[in-house]
């Protein structure tokens, strides 16, 4: 009899990959999808204040008491040997910025993973083609490795009386769920700007005008302009608005240089001399935007007021897709994302749930095993008294009480050790076999063990 998996690829064939090993030599867990998006793009190195030594001693460290209690007297500290230049001020705002970052606010929300559908219906068919009994826990495993054979699913749990703890934000655009309206309102436009525009370039004259030095952003090298342009606000306040609207206006401020180099000023005039204008896309358009192409400064304004009140809902329940979460960067959810993940991977319950419904909808058979596992089966199992069979089913069915998780190999080399050398004999004992498992009498395992049930 062929395998009827044999001819499949493994993409097509998803339980092929399957890890059937003990739970001691099982393989840890793959790696966090989501922790490569801790922080967001262009977020500011955290740096500890002072010098960081630990000491096990604290006591001790802070020397003996004087005679009477108190405290020492303070000793001033000695002081560096400098070769005429003047000790450097700290600057008072670097112990704000050296502040730790503060914990992400945990969020009543409940995160599930769900099955895709296409994928549960080949994973089916080919239960069915195998006929074999599966473990329910290791197939929700294998819907975790690959991003775009799950979805995740977000709904913000329940008070006393049934109502919602809160409502998020959803885009149709981005896919994603938002708890902040201003990221949401952020990340949103961002995208928006690719997605619902198409964007070209023009050239125009250098900017005139004499300049000394020019300012650069110091999170991503972005030249701003010099200080003494026209533009220089609006572009400072652009790169912050789009990018990194996270920190503070003040603490972006902070991450401007200033160059004072004549070929950095001459690069960022090459630079002016092209500019980017966007065109809106006709699925996009409506009769209060003009056909000609806007600005950058046009474009995200026209975002704002017809785009996102369009795009952006308040719900309490989404469903993304597996691919579309692992960019998600909104620290709370995210590290509520983070940690519903590493749950599924110690045991996929939510998957399992999920699994055991679906199974059950496509007329698929569930039972448990001895050890209480769960597995899903084509054929319902039904056990038979094996007195009441031929001697060949009696004979087949009392050897697998007596040696369950046997294997077809052990029991015809136990039954009819000569039925290698006579193919009439091994059919003897095959072919009742084989209709023992089609009827439920006997159960075959997806590694080839062999088990009547009780």
Not at 166 to 181: Q, R
Not at 324 to 334: F, N
Request: charged share 25%; with cysteine; aromatic share 8%.
């Amino acid at each position: 009899m062929t395998d009827p998996l044999a001819s499949k690829s493994p993409a097509d064939a998803p339980l092929l990959d399957l890890n059937f090993v003990p739970d001691w030599a099982r393989k840890p867990p793959g790696a966090d999808p989501y922790r490569d998006h801790d922080a967001p793009t262009g977020a500011p190195e955290r740096r500890p204040r002072g010098r960081q030594e630990p000491s096990r001693h604290r006591r001790d460290d802070r020397g003996p008491r004087p005679p009477g209690g108190g405290r020492p007297p303070r000793s001033r500290p000695p002081q560096r040997e400098s070769r005429g230049e003047r000790p450097q001020r700290r600057d008072p705002r670097q112990s704000r910025r050296a502040a730790p970052p503060r914990p992400p606010v945990r969020l009543p929300i409940q995160i599930s993973f769900l099955p895709d559908q296409q994928k549960l219906a080949t994973m089916a068919a080919d239960i069915r083609a195998a006929r074999h009994a599966f473990p329910l826990p290791e197939l929700a495993h294998l819907f975790l490795t690959q991003p775009q054979w799950h979805a995740v699913r977000f709904e913000a749990q329940r008070q006393r009386g049934g109502a919602y703890a809160l409502s998020f934000h959803h885009s149709k655009l981005t896919g994603l769920v938002y708890h902040d309206e201003a990221w949401a309102r952020r990340d949103v436009a961002a995208k928006a700007l690719t997605r619902c525009f198409e964007a070209e370039t023009i050239e125009k004259d250098a900017p005139a005008g004499h300049f000394v030095c020019v300012a650069r952003c110091g999170l991503s090298g972005a030249w701003l302009g010099p200080p003494n342009h026209h533009d220089y606000t609006a572009a400072v306040k652009a790169r912050y608005t789009q990018h990194y609207g996270h920190m503070s206006f003040d603490d972006y401020r902070r991450h401007i240089e200033t160059v004072r180099d004549p070929a950095a000023i001459e690069e960022w005039k090459a630079a002016q001399c092209k500019e980017t204008r966007y065109r809106l896309l006709a699925e996009w358009s409506g009769a209060e935007v003009a056909a000609e192409p806007l600005s950058e400064t046009a474009a995200q304004a026209y975002i704002a007021a017809h785009i996102l009140p369009r795009d952006l809902t308040r719900v309490h329940k989404a469903v993304v897709p597996g691919p579309v979460s692992r960019t998600i960067q909104e620290p709370a959810l995210l590290a509520l994302l983070r940690a519903a993940w590493a749950r599924e991977q110690r045991y996929p319950a939510t998957l399992v749930r999920a699994l055991r419904g679906a199974f059950k909808r496509m007329k698929l058979h569930l039972f448990q095993a001895n050890d209480q596992s769960l597995f899903v089966t084509p054929i319902a199992p039904h056990p038979i008294d094996p007195g009441a069979g031929i001697r060949v089913i009696r004979e087949l069915l009392q050897w697998l009480q007596t040696h369950p998780g046997g294997t077809r190999a052990q029991l015809i080399a136990d039954l009819q050790p000569t039925a290698d050398d006579d193919p009439a004999k091994l059919a003897e004992w095959l072919q009742p076999l084989s209709w023992l498992i089609e009827k439920g009498h006997v159960i075959e395992f997806h590694n080839g063990t062999l088990a009547v049930p009780t």
